[in-house]
């Protein structure tokens, strides 16, 4: 069953902007998750937050947290047009035997 | 060394036939993964394997036959394809146990039946 929402579903920015990405969730979680996908690629991890930290940072990346309205944001800043891909939030739940579930994703377009 | 490696990356087939994908992981993981990505991106779990043991079946046809002959190698058999098995198969692998870390994914295995 699908646990995580993506907004916006698709993002167009100039090179040296911010992108922000949010992500709602439906049930408890143990973490949250990031990942980016490049066209024609598999998916690789960006950044863990778990359920009990607000907010991490990773380069130029940072996620926040907020399980009382259950949702995420990731922000990249002084984006690159390597920065194009689609961006995946998966959660991680508290229920043992399950996986992690996947959002719709956003897909981020940046142009030079 | 590719961590997750997946074979073939493209398979075209026809409705009917039987294929199989490959999936092996030189991480030393415990855990490995079949994602199915559709058409519009969505990224669904299908099944899930801890130490050659099945641990998730997710309302998958039983057409789908997964096989672990050991914890480095999780494969994907499909029987009697149909056209709405077309799409990417990505196989993952993870190092913790509970099925909450990283996931590693391989490059995606395009499936399309005619």
């Known amino acids: 069953s699908q646990q995580g929402e993506e907004d916006p579903q698709a993002l167009s920015i100039q090179e040296g902007e911010n992108a922000t990405m949010n992500c709602s969730y439906k049930t408890s979680i143990n973490n949250l998750q990031w990942y980016r996908q490049n066209s024609g690629r598999g998916l690789v991890h960006l950044i863990l937050i778990r359920s009990n930290e607000r907010e991490k940072h990773s380069g130029r990346l940072r996620v926040t947290l907020d399980t009382s309205k259950k949702s995420s944001s990731l922000l990249i800043t002084a984006s690159r047009a390597a920065d194009t891909a689609s961006y995946f939030c998966a959660t991680g739940p508290n229920q043992a035997g399950t996986a992690l579930i996947f959002g719709k994703g956003t897909t981020l377009s940046v142009s030079s | 060394d590719t961590a997750v490696s997946q074979t073939p990356k493209y398979l075209v087939t026809q409705m009917g036939n039987d294929k199989s994908i490959k999936c092996e992981q030189n991480?030393?993981?415990?855990?490995m993964y079949w994602y199915k990505q559709d058409s519009k991106k969505f990224l669904k779990i299908m099944f899930s394997?801890?130490?050659?043991?099945?641990?998730i079946n997710e309302t998958v046809p039983n057409r789908f036959s997964p096989k672990s002959p050991d914890k480095a190698h999780l494969n994907l058999h499909i029987n009697s394809l149909e056209l709405g098995d077309s799409a990417v198969y990505f196989c993952a692998s993870s190092q913790a146990k509970g099925f909450t870390g990283e996931l590693f994914f391989g490059e995606g295995s395009r499936l399309t039946v005619l």
């Open positions: 991480l030393g993981h415990d855990t």
């Open positions: 394997y801890n130490n050659k043991e099945l641990i």
